[in-house]
């Protein structure tokens, strides 16, 4: 049993996560109603988190802010935005979280299809996606302690297609319970600098 850091957890995507993390000891972080507070666009907020935490063995991101708007129309504020929190957060999750985490633990990011199969109004998302997986690949190289980095990219879910559905038309929805498949492959395999795609 390892103990996992699962920001997010009141989430769809972190609802799908904890499906594949059963076997484990998880503690939940988030904004609210968690067992630990956290914002991952304040490296102070996710320095708190580890140490308050102590001891752990793996990390579950599923979270990352993301605007929404044409090119055209997307504002510096708006790209910021998105770049503080699905990159840059997420960044720093690994960038301070290797100073604690436990030897050959693993960190989980978040990501998303729409960087390969891009939508209207989705190019901030899509940017940063793109940025995460690249980031995965190269960063395993560099990594301490035999620490292991991977990301999941998701296609939408079933669960979240009331949601998202209409933004996009000819998508197949996958169940959570499919994607948390990608998580507990993450968590408990010996993959490192691999992106997950769960696609339909």
Same mark, same amino acid.
């Given at each position: 049993?390892?103990?996992?850091?699962?920001?997010? /957890?009141?989430?769809?995507?972190?609802?799908?996560?904890?499906?594949?993390? %059963?076997?484990?000891?998880?503690?939940?972080?988030? @904004?609210?109603?968690?067992?630990?507070?956290?914002?991952?666009?304040?490296?102070?907020?996710?320095?708190?988190?580890?140490?308050?935490?102590?001891?752990?063995?793996?990390?579950?991101?599923?979270?990352?802010?993301?605007?929404? /708007? %044409?090119?055209?129309?997307?504002?510096?504020?708006? #790209?910021?935005?998105?770049?503080?929190?699905?990159?840059?957060?997420?960044?720093?999750?690994? @960038?301070?979280?290797?100073?604690?985490?436990?030897?050959?633990? %693993?960190?989980?990011?978040?990501?998303?299809?729409?960087?390969?199969?891009?939508?209207?109004?989705?190019? /901030?998302?899509?940017?940063? %996606?793109? /940025?995460?997986?690249?980031?995965?690949?190269?960063?395993?190289?560099?990594?301490? @302690?035999?620490? @292991?980095?991977?990301?999941?990219?998701?296609?939408?879910?079933?669960?979240? #297609?009331?949601?998202?559905?209409?933004?996009?038309?000819?998508?197949?929805?996958?169940?959570?319970?499919?994607?948390?498949?990608?998580?507990?492959?993450?968590?408990?395999?010996?993959?490192?600098?691999?992106?997950?795609?769960?696609?339909?």
């Amino acid at each position: 049993m390892k103990t996992v850091i699962l920001i997010g /957890a009141n989430g769809k995507m972190g609802q799908a996560a904890l499906t594949g993390l %059963s076997k484990h000891k998880v503690i939940t972080a988030g @904004r609210s109603g968690c067992d630990y507070t956290v914002d991952i666009t304040s490296v102070e907020s996710l320095r708190n988190l580890f140490k308050e935490v102590g001891h752990f063995d793996a990390v579950v991101n599923t979270v990352g802010v993301c605007e929404y /708007a %044409s090119f055209t129309e997307m504002t510096e504020k708006q #790209w910021m935005t998105t770049i503080l929190s699905k990159m840059m957060g997420q960044i720093n999750i690994v @960038r301070i979280g290797q100073e604690y985490i436990a030897d050959n633990g %693993s960190f989980t990011l978040i990501t998303g299809i729409l960087n390969i199969k891009p939508i209207p109004f989705a190019i /901030a998302d899509a940017t940063t %996606s793109g /940025a995460i997986d690249t980031f995965v690949q190269c960063v395993a190289h560099e990594m301490p @302690r035999g620490i @292991r980095v991977n990301s999941i990219n998701p296609t939408v879910l079933e669960e979240a #297609w009331d949601v998202y559905g209409e933004m996009m038309p000819g998508f197949q929805p996958v169940p959570g319970s499919l994607v948390g498949k990608a998580f507990e492959r993450s968590v408990d395999g010996f993959i490192n600098g691999q992106v997950l795609y769960v696609d339909a």
